[in-house]
């Protein structure tokens, strides 16, 4: 092995530290430091070891560590939405996870297989890859690093320029410049060879050292500077309703007392709306039958113009196929209604889960389909995807400021996890509308049990406040529901798996534009894709100008001499 040796059993469990540490944010984000040093067991056992199956193979054992940590409420997620017992959820989720643990081994792969070809500096190629990576790997919950930092506000206030891949990028530098610097002393190693080796690297090191203390210097005066603004602005009165229904694969039944015309739901609103809620809103949650049936358009119309409230609430919607008048379209629907119980918002969610609203290449396919819905059964609900993004504007006339439109970007549940998605939203409102006011995402994460899925969701969501810097209400079926402001700061949150009406002072910023990454959401990952596939040519010009030169020196040898 190089540069000393180390068992083969020593490198998996360095492997596995990392994996254990990177993970642990994602569980407790008060410990969101383990992450600025998780990947150095990883690196010092590829650094130990040689060949690059066992390098992939040792990222894998990272990655399956780390997948199994953070997402062990797969077994949960599966036995709620498919009734499987523990042990065909324990099989399935081990599948996912193995899938999840490669997109560590193709890091490694990419990071030792590139060094070996080409001289790129590790203080460059290491983020490069590990942002590349983790945004190109299809998966079905879709993850970064950065959702690891929502309580870190210093260092995640830069991200309304690049958003979480730059937070991503960051955290990759810090890790492999402190591996850099401690390895020495961590391995004693001191010799003349690798004294000279490492002072040639004083330039990339002080250009890192450079990036990452602008990088949390902005982050402290930016973070001080949104908090004096915050208290200068003005507040709209917004009611959260948590209903925490537990979700089913049964038939719905109504609760005693209430009826589809009278949801629980409608009752807390009465009592938000009676201490002044200008805009009540509910989570994603059962079907309310709002948009198919007009007496309960008409009830909801009814109760509301008394209330002198608005109104976001969730629900699916029916259509009939226009080539095929018998086939039935659904999508997952959110709306909005003026104080007059007038619809005056209208969205159809765009970002559908895979498996569980859609069946990836299979929907179009009848033979296919039939499968797969009979494997997926009652969970599969499959919706239509909506075709455009749209803002909910109204008229506060009850506000402080008069007769200003009030405008909110829609999301609906699994959308929050997507930055780009979001940034295009809120580029998308600022087209139709002259400023942008809030963020308002509607979840019902309740089939992942009374497990940590529904805190990384809302952790997740908080970078997309700041991202784009607009205030942002997440109201989640079961909770914890979310207000946070443009610079991460929580104002509000809920307890978990508790129902309640909640009414709070939301401020907000007139004239709003969004940030630098709501109007260029693309530029930096795509940048590094650019970056990537460059370093890529490089890497196969270099292999095919060996191939060549070993070919002429082969040709060389055997002419005959004169």
């Known amino acids: 092995m190089r540069n000393g040796s180390l068992s083969l059993t020593l490198l998996a469990l360095l492997s596995a530290l990392s994996g254990i540490l990177l993970s642990i944010p994602f569980l407790s984000p008060q410990h969101y430091g383990l992450s600025w040093i998780g990947f150095i067991p990883l690196l010092i056992a590829i650094e130990k070891s040689t060949g690059l199956f066992r390098i992939y193979y040792l990222g894998a054992i990272t990655g399956l560590t780390f997948s199994i940590s953070v997402s062990y409420w797969m077994i949960d997620f599966l036995m709620l939405s498919k009734g499987y017992g523990i042990i065909l959820s324990t099989v399935f989720s081990v599948i996912f996870w193995l899938y999840c643990a490669q997109l560590f081994g193709f890091i490694t792969l990419l990071f030792e297989a590139i060094k070996q070809r080409i001289n790129v500096h590790e203080y460059f190629l290491f983020p490069l890859i590990v942002v590349s990576v983790f945004a190109i790997y299809p998966m079905i919950f879709t993850a970064h690093l950065g959702e690891s930092q929502s309580q870190f506000l210093v260092a995640i206030q830069a991200i309304e320029f690049v958003g979480v891949y730059g937070l991503d990028a960051i955290i990759a530098l810090t890790n492999i410049v402190i591996f850099r610097l401690v390895l020495p002393y961590l391995l004693a190693e001191h010799s003349p060879t690798h004294q000279k080796r490492y002072s040639q690297n004083k330039w990339p090191l002080g250009i890192a050292l450079l990036l990452l203390i602008s990088w949390f210097y902005y982050g402290w005066s930016s973070n001080l500077a949104w908090e004096s603004k915050i208290q200068q602005w003005n507040t709209v009165r917004i009611g959260l309703v948590q209903p925490n229904e537990t979700p089913s694969l049964k038939k719905q039944t109504l609760y005693s007392g209430y009826s589809r015309s009278l949801p629980p739901e409608m009752a807390m609103t009465q009592r938000l709306a009676s201490i002044g809620a200008e805009i009540v809103i509910w989570p994603e949650a059962k079907y309310k039958a709002y948009l198919d049936q007009p007496q309960i358009a008409e009830a909801y119309r009814h109760q509301i113009n008394a209330l002198n409230t608005r109104l976001i609430f969730q629900d699916i919607e029916q259509t009939q196929n226009v080539l095929n008048p018998l086939v039935k379209q659904q999508y997952n629907t959110a709306v909005m209604l003026s104080e007059q119980g007038e619809m005056i918002g209208h969205y159809q969610k765009m970002k559908r889960i895979a498996f569980g609203e859609y069946v990836p290449f299979a929907s179009d396919i009848p033979v296919l389909k039939r499968w797969v819905e009979g494997f997926f059964g009652s969970f599969l609900n499959e919706m239509e ?178």
């Open 385 to 562: 995807k909506g075709e455009s993004h749209q803002v909910f504007s109204s008229e506060l006339t009850n506000n402080a400021v008069k007769n200003n439109a009030f405008n909110i970007v829609p999301l609906i549940c699994y959308e929050t996890i997507f930055p780009e998605f979001v940034a295009e939203a809120v580029a998308s409102a600022l087209r139709k509308v002259p400023n942008t006011d809030l963020l308002v995402a509607l979840s019902s994460d309740g089939w992942f049990g009374s497990t940590h899925q529904p805190y990384q969701h809302t952790n997740a969501s908080i970078l997309r406040a700041v991202e784009n810097r607009l205030p942002l209400v997440h109201v989640l079926n079961n909770g914890p529901s979310i207000v946070a402001m443009p610079n991460g700061t929580i104002i509000f949150k809920t307890k978990a798996n508790q129902a309640g009406g909640y009414i709070i002072d939301v401020p907000y910023e007139k004239d709003s534009q969004g940030s630098f990454f709501s109007h260029y959401p693309h530029l930096f990952i795509y940048s590094a894709y650019g970056l990537i596939l460059f370093i890529g040519l490089c890497c196969c010009l270099k292999v095919r100008k060996k191939t060549n030169q070993s070919t002429a020196l082969i040709s060389a040898r055997n002419e005959p001499l004169d």
